[in-house]
């Protein structure tokens, strides 16, 4: 599975948007760009996917770009909950894939009130 | 519904000894994951189950580590005459299509293990 590349650590005021990066130079044509988050304490828990297209669920937005060597997971408006370390993940999904992921060091993201 | 649990969520053991860890998936899912978590890391795959069948037992980081899922459901981690660098988190995760397939993993509390 290719490398991803995140930020260290990021900040955020409470109520306002995030962008969290991920950049993915190396991604092939069948790897999907997951997002876990773990919150402290806790295990990693899902928090979107995607291939191409944006995406967008209850959680978060996808944004995909076009040449697929950067994605941008996006909090609509952070709360005091979103605080946790974010890991971007790709995994080739189709023939071969062995299904487990990959995680890296992701990006901690602190959320201030 | 209940989600991944798994037992025991500490275990303090001697160097030497051996230990099993149990993950018990959600009901139904066919993939079951084996990862391991050191403090500040994120988690490191182990292995990985369809079913009874191991698919990817090349996270496992020797042959002291093994692990089953004899009927499909149910999965044992097993630690061989643990050492103390054996000592971190022991993550379950399971998810209910076939590797293969993008789809969400569900993990479970974890143990934590350490080894003196």
């Known amino acids: 599975d290719a490398k991803t590349t995140q930020p260290n650590s990021m900040e955020s005021n409470e109520e306002e948007p995030v962008h969290l990066p991920c950049n993915h130079s190396?991604?092939?044509?069948?790897?999907?760009i997951h997002w876990y988050r773990q919150l402290p304490s806790q295990g990693p828990e899902y928090v979107i996917h995607g291939l191409t297209s944006n995406v967008n669920n209850r959680m978060a937005s996808l944004a995909i770009a076009e040449d697929r060597k950067s994605s941008t997971l996006i909090l609509h408006r952070a709360t005091l909950r979103d605080a946790a370390v974010y890991y971007c993940?790709?995994?080739?999904?189709?023939?071969?894939?062995?299904?487990?992921?990959?995680f890296g060091k992701g990006t901690k993201l602190s959320v201030k009130p | 519904g209940a989600g991944v649990s798994q037992s025991p969520r500490y275990k303090v053991t001697k160097r030497g000894q051996d230990v099993a860890l149990r993950c018990d998936p959600i009901?139904?899912?066919?993939?079951l994951y084996w990862y391991r978590q050191a403090l500040g890391q994120g988690p490191e795959f182990l292995t990985y189950f369809n079913y009874e069948a191991q698919q990817d037992k090349s996270g496992l980081p020797n042959d002291r580590f093994s692990a089953e899922r004899p009927e499909g459901s149910i999965s044992t981690l097993t630690i061989q005459r643990t050492e103390q660098r054996d000592s971190a988190m022991y993550r379950c995760?399971?998810?209910?299509?076939?590797?293969?397939?993008?789809?969400?993993?569900?993990f479970g509390p974890g143990t934590r293990l350490t080894v003196l």
């Open positions: 190396t991604i092939s044509g069948t790897d999907y």
């Open positions: 993940i790709l995994r080739d999904d189709y023939g071969g894939s062995q299904g487990n992921l990959i």
């Open positions: 995760a399971s998810s209910s299509l076939r590797s293969g397939i993008s789809g969400e993993q569900f």
């Open positions: 009901s139904g899912h066919v993939s």
